[in-house]
T-cell receptor, first 111, second 115 residues
């Protein structure tokens, strides 16, 4: 079993839809939870960052962490064609520990 | 100007050839990483370095070697390339003192094809 599981998609939604992206994990030591966005032919870039459990909102994006269920989510409201990308979850115990990435979910928002 | 640069951006080579991928950064970060990305497998860590004198193996280091020539430069070598090393390679940097602990900044990637 992988430490981090992520549905690869692809996920196709109409413009304006609410998108839900999810990851599950098995390592209870993870404390830092991140979502990266990767456009085609580009490197990943950090989109959202959360420490421990709870919610974090940034514009149309909301990240949720439920450590009791070992489950994290990224919600995108009013999705736009420019949101079309691959979204990778990532997590780490922190400090000198390495970051473990999910395999990524490819999202396409159709105008 | 890009903070993390990788050269070359694309490379086609033949089985058995030695290949070097180079990474440079202007972010002043101590930590540097090499990943490979494959469809369905995501990003997998090859090697990482926390400073010039520190080199560590990642989860898939076999067949690869690295050199940290300076704080800003981290090179990845394939001593004898094989077809299953065909992948997208990313260099990344991070800084423990940054507010978002463990945030990594990625380069644009090198697409390597081994025939």
């Amino acid at each position: 079993q992988k430490e981090v599981e992520q549905d690869p998609g692809p996920l196709s939604v109409p413009e304006g839809a609410i998108v839900s992206l999810n990851c599950t994990y098995s390592n209870s030591a993870f404390q830092y939870f991140m979502w990266y966005r990767q456009y085609s032919r580009k490197g990943p870039e950090l989109l959202m960052y959360t420490y421990s459990s709870g919610n974090k909102e940034d514009g149309r994006f909301t990240a949720q962490v439920d450590k009791s269920s070992k489950y994290i989510s990224l919600f995108i409201r009013d999705s736009q064609p420019s949101d079309s990308a691959t979204y990778l979850c990532a997590m780490s115990p922190g400090g000198y520990q390495k970051v473990t990435f999910g395999t990524g979910t490819k999202l396409q928002v159709i105008p | 100007d890009a903070d993390v640069t990788q050269t070359p951006r694309n490379r086609i080579t033949k089985t058995g050839k030695r290949i070097m991928l180079e990474c440079s950064q202007t972010k002043g970060h101590d930590r540097m990483y090499w990943y490979r990305q494959d469809p369905g497998l995501g990003l997998r860590l090859i090697y990482y370095s926390f400073d010039v004198k520190d080199i560590n193996k990642g989860e898939i280091s076999d067949g690869y070697s690295v050199s940290r020539q300076a704080q800003a430069k981290f090179s990845l070598s394939l001593e004898s390339a094989i077809p299953n090393q065909t992948a997208l390679y990313f260099c990344a940097t991070s800084d423990l003192t940054s507010g978002t602990n463990n945030e990594q900044f990625f380069g644009p990637g090198t697409r390597l094809t081994v025939l």
